[in-house]
């Protein structure tokens, strides 16, 4: 007979902050890292304005950002694993 344990996942990055060029998003993590992505890959957040973009929350403690104006939500781990 075998048994079925669910584990739970370690979350191994956080956000602290998020920040924006030209042609990037850069998310400011928690251990000091910083991890970027090209704005491309993200078509509301490549439409908005900087003011827009701007204006962000944390999620879960930095497990994800969201942005309530353009009903965006990114999580951390998801941006990481692009």
């Known amino acids: 007979m075998s048994t ?3 584990r739970k996942r ?3 990055a956080l956000a602290t902050g998020v920040r924006f060029t030209k ?3 850069y998310i400011q993590l928690a251990d ?3 991890v970027g992505a090209p704005l491309e890959w993200f078509p509301r957040l490549r439409r908005a304005t900087a003011a827009q973009r701007n204006k962000w929350r944390l999620i879960g403690r ?3 950002i969201h ?3 353009l ?3 990114l999580s951390v781990e ?3 694993a692009l």
């Open 67 to 69: 942005w309530e104006d």
């Open 62 to 64: 930095g497990v994800g």
């Open 32 to 34: 000091g890292r910083e």
């Open 71 to 73: 009903d965006e939500d």
């Open 78 to 80: 998801g941006v990481m």
């Open 23 to 25: 042609a990037m998003l």
């Open 10 to 12: 370690a979350v191994t």
């Open 4 to 6: 079925l344990v669910k």
